[in-house]
């Protein structure tokens, strides 16, 4: 068997492991056989996936008794859409499945979370497995249950807290990224540091270039500390009523950039992240909560890495503060007109801020946009 670290995320009936290490897509099929309900599956991957481990991971499923069968998507956040939602939904229910049917999602986020949420409507929940294939969906989005897709008024608006019954992430097929997914991914892990980990941010300053750059023992321990980091949250606060928005981070200006940008290629969602944490620790700095060398270590972190710190890095686009304040106000985090922002006291010190005058929200918005 190969090596493997294994995290439980705690949640009584509902808990689940999260299996990482590397050549994990070769014994897939043991560690899902021993978790669903029937000798049945459906692997739901997409057009860029499907040709790289789409054999491996039937064969693995094969060799441990598990009938596969498979459909195939297009690649993309367009996918995440009410359209495709349809079309997923209608394609498994014509080969008359039963409740002990399971899906595979083997993927990116959009894969996961649009798997996830067929899988949480099919005959009113059936069970599913994320086998994520991008670095950000192995340490984000394939864990915690949080499915769905995009409306035309918004990411994520339509959607269900569903959580699979396992995790794989499988490091080496991290290899095939392009360095710009990477990247992205490694938004999302610096992530958690910033949250309430100063020792693990500290630890990436030191090795996250190498990491990024392809070294194997690096990524798997970021990985391995994210998925922890993010369980232990989970295990807590699993329908994000209070503490789960730490994990918000950087979202409430990143999902104001990615609308603006059509949740394009123009911006990824994690280099929209690590701008939209630029902005919360300026903001923060605004409002006297952090200090200015903590906000100079952060952005000097994330542009040591080569992700974007700045609007005017993102070409092509016409950035307006009061479009984007407009976007934060539609966000689906907002209540009656209150946008909540995580904000921090410094370097692993985050905080849920309520009652944030969007006049110093305009401010930081605003200077950002200078800063072209
Ligand atoms: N990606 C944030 C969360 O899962 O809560």
Redo the contacts with the bound molecule.
Sequence with gaps: MTKFECINVALGERSYDIIIGGQLLNTAGDFIKSVIRSDRVIIVTDQNVAPLYLIKLTTSLEMAGISVRKIILPSGEQTKSIGHFEKLTDEILAMKVDRNVALIALGGGVIGDLTGYAAASILRGIDFVQVPTTLLSQV??SV?G?TGINSRHGKNLIGAFYQPRLVIADIDVLDSLPKREILAGYAEIAKYGLINNIDFFAWLEEFGSELCEGNKEYRRKAVFVSCKS?AEIITKDET?QNI?AL??LGHTFGHALETETGFSNKLLHGESISIGICLAFDLSFLLGLCSKSDVKRTRNHFATIGLPTNLSEIDDINWNTETLLNHMLSDKKTKNGEVNFILTKGIGKSFVARNINMKDVHIVVEQAIQQR
């Design positions: 984000d989005s915690g949080k993010k994000e789960r994990l918000n």
